[in-house]
DNA sequence: ACTGCGGGCTGATCGACATCAGTCCTCGAC
DNA sequence: GTCGAGGACTGATGTCGATCAGCCCGCAGT
């Protein structure tokens, strides 16, 4: 069972908060049916697409985009091992977004039916897959937040800690720094800047001391000053102990 | 039966896109415990508070939102009559928004255990319920686009044509227009602007014969113009049909 | 009847960030 | 070794929208 933990993030993400029974780990692991691969760049969903399939990310990071009609780009979320691809569209019937692999991926595919079986015999199951998708949506809330009424800066540091926390929830991470396959450009997306600009606030930042992203790593040089300067509060990621012990 | 429908936004807008059975809408019914009422600013939840209760608001609008520590605030949503209040942070323990009344409301508490156990015994409510939370989800989505991607003008067209058309739902707007009790400050926080900007904007919205916002009533002067704008997508509001029917 | 206040409205000014137009560097293909 | 592509990086210029300052109106309170 510690093996499942291990090689599955997304059963060390769930135990995190709430702790798990054997049972439900297996039930957990009976979820991952196909496993597929999809290569950098080639989206897995498309915008309109109907009645796709849900995915569990097993390795590499993927984003959820939309496209307006001038072309530019949102993007909305960055997805890391153990996160769920798609989960919120597949009762829609209709993907409102796109999702696009930033590196290669691995994947198992979940079918809707199978989740909420899962969810009527495992009711500590459902909770936690629900709470996954409370943090989620308040994490794009944070997004939101962060765009409307951060400046570049704020924002920028903001995103990276935030990025930080989830990592280190999976092992993928410190308040070192973290490994990091996003360019300048999938920033500017992601923040709603120009990539001209994130390069420019990336310096400043850099220059004051607080953050150094360079070669795909991001190193935290004063985390404790950073989180200050970007107001970052991690209330909705924290969780001193499992709920429901 | 057809009462219910009428007096319940709730039952009206979920109707609309699952059949429900007598079944269950006395389900819904059920759901609706005491019944209390909130005055205009004085807030229902503060972020960071702790094991708050859920609502379904009744009557009167809404908005949830969060507040930087400079004392900046973005309004995430609003809400009208039929949507749930604080719904999402009731799994997370910790409250991470803050709900204020816009204008007088009333409102019914929903207690977690009450909405677990309906779901556990009609599933059907509960893919309905599942299906509200990720069209708010969806819109949550939709508005982080706008303020990242759109410009003022196109961000506040598509914003109150998304309103129109969510009280429409609800029998409170038409194509036509709506009455709209919120105020240019509500606007520039929920957009991401200022006041003033916001006031601007209207007055090129109005003199660009597309729309009109005076003495708390939107009038769409043109409406297919307006949609195409803004760049209105309603894939996620519409449903031709019922689904599950 | 005066006063204060909240909301709508407007002009002038300023700053943050986009856009344009590049350079430099690395890496893989041929 | 050259070529081309992609990513990081930079300076000059322009624009969108914030901020400041102030006016007008309708309304509630004394």
Same mark, same amino acid.
């Given at each position: 069972m510690d093996r499942i933990i291990e090689n599955r993030p997304l059963a060390r993400k769930l135990g995190t908060f709430v702790a798990l029974s054997e049972a439900e780990l297996r039930m957990l692991e009976g979820l991952h049916k196909q496993r597929r691969t999809f290569v950098a760049g080639?989206?897995?969903?498309? +915008?309109? +697409?109907?009645d796709h399939a849900a995915y569990i990310l097993i390795s590499g990071w993927a984003c959820s985009y939309k496209i307006l009609q001038d072309g530019e780009r949102q993007i909305v979320d960055f997805q890391i091992p153990g996160d769920f691809l798609g989960l919120r569209s597949i009762l829609l019937h209709l993907s409102d977004h796109s999702i696009e692999p930033v590196t290669d991926i691995e994947v198992t595919e979940v079918h809707v039916s199978d989740l909420l079986d899962a969810f009527s015999r495992t009711p500590r199951l459902a909770t936690a897959v629900l709470w996954a998708a409370s943090r989620d949506e308040a994490m794009v809330v944070e997004h939101l937040v962060g765009i409307g009424r951060r400046d570049a800066a704020e924002r920028m540091a903001h995103f990276l800690l935030e990025l930080g926390a989830r990592l280190s929830l999976i092992g993928m991470g410190s308040k070192a720094g973290y490994a990091c396959p996003l360019t300048q450009y999938l920033l500017a997306d992601a923040l709603g800047l120009s990539a001209v600009h994130v390069n420019r606030v990336l310096r400043e930042l850099r220059e004051g001391g607080m953050l150094t992203f360079r070669d795909g790593f991001v190193k935290f040089d004063d985390y404790d000053r950073l989180v200050k300067f970007a107001d970052f509060e991690l209330t909705y990621l924290d969780q001193v102990e499992p709920l429901l012990a």
């Open positions: 080639r989206d897995l969903v498309h +915008q309109g +697409q109907a």
